[in-house]
């Protein structure tokens, strides 16, 4: 019996383990968003901090800044949940080669390019997974939704699409603006976009649901 209360327990414990939507949202949008403060506090920080070299100018302080702030928001999330986010692990490498080769070589254009690199990964996974007929999408929203395959089907080739739109929004917008606009958008542009077309995947989340179905 006391075996049987502690498999209940161990049960109830992993399913408190899965991070809430929000909570996912603040960890992977928090490096982001520490990235727009660095920048814009910059010239305020490097003389508290008693920077020099590179990292006074604040694109070169906030990419340093993000280099830290995505491996320590992966470690929070694997702490809380034991797993390693798909999404956020590629953002990772692609913020550390980037990243570095940025601040290294000292030129912003690797790290302006980082969100389009990311995009066209992520697109062209999800595309790769649809042509061997699999949802690589399900995997990397652990599951987040109950849809039938069809669903998910749909919405995987919806996703790789907005992907790929922006990687190229990502492009127009840090060759066409100023560094602070681009910096700004990074954040409350992207995260605009993203939740708009989020939302307007309410109607096939609605109809494909495999409550409906049932």
Avoid: C
């Avoid at 692990?89 to 940025?102: A, E, P, R």
């Avoid at 699999?134 to 998910?152: C, N």
């Avoid at 995947?201 to 179905?213: F, G, I, K, N, V």
């Amino acid at each position: 019996m006391k075996n049987g209360q502690d498999i209940k327990m161990a049960s109830e414990a992993a399913q408190t383990e899965k991070v809430s939507p929000g909570l996912k949202l603040l960890l992977e949008l928090g490096p982001v968003a520490l990235f727009v403060l660095a920048y814009n506090f910059g010239d305020q920080l490097v003389p508290v901090l008693g920077l020099t070299g590179v990292l006074e100018k604040p694109i070169f302080l906030a990419t340093a800044v993000l280099m830290v702030a995505t491996p320590i928001s992966i470690a929070i999330s694997w702490m809380m949940t034991r797993t390693l986010p798909a999404m956020p692990m590629v953002t990772l490498v692609i913020v550390s080669i980037f990243g570095g080769l940025t601040i290294y070589l000292e030129n912003d254009t690797f790290i302006k390019m980082k969100p389009t690199i990311v995009n066209t990964l992520f697109g062209l996974a999800l595309f790769a997974g649809l042509a061997m007929g699999k949802s690589f999408l399900k995997t990397l929203m652990d599951a987040a939704f109950d849809l039938t395959d069809e669903g998910w089907r749909i919405l995987t080739f919806r996703w790789a699409l907005f992907f790929f739109f922006l990687a190229i929004v990502n492009e127009v917008v840090w060759r066409s603006f100023s560094e602070g606009f681009w910096v700004g958008f990074k954040f409350w542009g992207m995260t605009g976009l993203t939740m708009i077309f989020i939302l307007s995947q309410t109607p096939l989340l609605q109809r494909h649901s495999l409550d409906d179905a049932e």
